[in-house]
């Protein structure tokens, strides 16, 4: 089983020219054409996005569950915050009715 990769125009806008897959001298595993339209490698997963090593990818996945979580910790703050000034503003209000200027009696 081979594949085929058309040629394309890489980042810097050079001609790649087309080769099949697996390549010479190459892991004769990776029998796919991979890759996106500026980048295109033989792989052995058709599923395959990406021709680097995927540990940079658990460093992001760690630096945004930090940053979740301090959002979450400054957004939790903020809400019981709020809650706290709502509960003091309406406790601290007079507990006397207010005058309305109109006495009522009975008949």
């Known amino acids: 089983m081979s594949a085929e990769c058309s040629s394309y125009l890489n980042a810097d806008k050079v001609l790649?020219?087309?080769?099949?897959c697996p390549?010479?001298?190459?892991?004769?595993?990776?029998?796919?054409c991979c890759g996106f339209q500026d980048v295109?490698?033989?792989c052995d997963d058709?599923?395959?996005?990406?021709?680097?090593?995927?540990?940079y990818m658990w460093w992001l996945?760690?630096?945004?569950?930090?940053g979740l979580s301090v959002a979450a910790v400054v957004l939790f703050a903020?809400?019981?915050?709020?809650?706290v000034l709502c509960y003091l503003f309406i406790s601290t209000?007079?507990?006397?009715?207010?005058?309305?200027?109109?006495?009522?009696?009975?008949?």
């Open 61 to 66: 996945s760690v630096g945004a569950l930090v």
């Open 46 to 55: 058709p599923h395959s996005f990406f021709p680097y090593e995927h540990s």
């Open 23 to 32: 390549r010479e001298g190459g892991d004769a595993r990776a029998v796919f």
């Open 78 to 83: 903020f809400i019981i915050t709020v809650c």
């Open 16 to 20: 790649v020219s087309g080769f099949s």
């Open 93 to 107: 209000k007079p507990r006397s009715k207010l005058d309305t200027g109109l006495s009522l009696q009975m008949a």
């Open 40 to 42: 295109k490698y033989c």
